[in-house]
């Protein structure tokens, strides 16, 4: 007797977001890394945050990540590069629209970034040009994930001890220097600019990277959009006061030619009066 046994029972398979590291199960920084190597890194940053303002995003739909991990490879969960700056549109400015980021995970976000910002020094100049050869059993490059892998759209270079700022864009595939007249860049998808700026910004007078509108003006920060509103108060309050001490001085002119009136008319009667006092009709005078 041939006994027919059940085929076994299977659980469907687990979407990727239950099988696959998260953002809280991957390293959020490099345990052997030595840090941030200057100040640089830290204020350039916070500047491009600062001046990003969109007219066609809202807050709720672009992140951005300074410093931050982003792992790239669904198949090699610890393989990640760490861009000084970048820019991701269409997604929540919080991960799963609750939580700061720890990490940025490209398979659970589904997101590439749209901008890369890398800040050159010593140390990272050839990876971030492009001018290092992958290693054997190494992951790749960064100039291959950005290019290749993540596939951004817009790369940005720039050399703070040159002032130097350097953009790469796609083309079929690999990326090709763009021209930058007047150190500047303009991105049509979004609505803003990228150049060359030099002013102070944090204390520090030099060159910065900052974002332009489409008048090319310099987006102003949070601080200086405030700075900006209190010197035009300060402006209107001056321009008030201009206006109150004229309306003053029309006043007081109105009043010295009334009362020039007033006593030209009391000279007139005095005069009319002595004229009858003595017996003379002041209107044949006149007549």
């Known amino acids: 007797?041939?006994?027919?046994?059940?085929?076994?029972?299977?659980?469907?398979?687990?979407?990727?977001?239950?099988?696959l590291p998260t953002m809280y199960d991957l390293p959020s920084e490099d345990l052997e890394g030595s840090g941030l190597p200057d100040e640089f890194h830290d204020l350039q940053p916070q500047l491009l945050s600062a001046t990003l303002r969109f007219s066609i995003y809202d807050s709720n739909n672009f992140f951005t990540g300074t410093d931050l991990n982003l792992y790239y490879d669904i198949r090699h969960p610890l393989w990640y590069k760490r861009p000084d700056w970048f820019l991701i549109l269409g997604v929540s400015r919080l991960y799963d629209g609750t939580d700061l980021r720890?990490?940025?995970?490209?398979?659970?976000?589904?997101v590439s970034p749209f901008v890369v910002v890398e800040l050159l020094s010593p140390g990272t100049e050839t990876q971030d040009l492009g001018q290092a050869e992958r290693e054997d059993n190494q992951p790749p490059t960064k100039w291959q994930v950005y290019?290749?892998?993540?596939?951004?759209?817009?790369?940005?270079?720039?050399?703070?001890y040159t002032n130097r700022f350097q953009?790469?864009?796609?083309?079929?595939?690999?990326?090709?220097?763009?021209?930058?007249?007047?150190?500047?860049?303009?991105i049509p998808d979004l609505?803003?600019?990228?150049?060359?700026w030099q002013g102070s910004y944090q204390g520090i007078n030099r060159d910065w990277l900052r974002w332009y509108d489409d008048r090319g003006c310099w987006v102003p920060t949070e601080?200086?959009?405030a700075q900006q509103e209190?010197?035009?108060a300060e402006q209107e309050r001056q321009r008030a006061e201009r206006e109150r001490r004229r309306a003053e001085r029309e006043r007081q002119r109105a009043e010295q030619a009334e009362m020039q009136l007033e006593q030209e008319r009391q000279q007139r009667e005095q005069l009319l009066e002595?004229?009858?006092?003595?017996?003379i009709d002041p209107n044949e005078l006149l007549g």
């Open 1 to 19: 007797m041939v006994i027919h046994l059940p085929p076994p029972q299977t659980d469907p398979p687990l979407p990727p977001r239950q099988t």
């Open 102 to 110: 720890l990490s940025y995970v490209l398979w659970q976000e589904g």
């Open 147 to 160: 290019e290749q892998i993540l596939r951004v759209p817009y790369y940005i270079v720039f050399d703070r």
């Open 167 to 186: 953009a790469f864009g796609l083309n079929q595939g690999r990326y090709e220097e763009l021209s930058l007249p007047e150190q500047k860049l303009w």
């Open 191 to 196: 609505n803003l600019g990228l150049g060359v």
């Open 223 to 225: 601080a200086e959009r």
């Open 230 to 232: 209190q010197q035009r």
């Open 274 to 279: 002595r004229l009858r006092a003595r017996g």
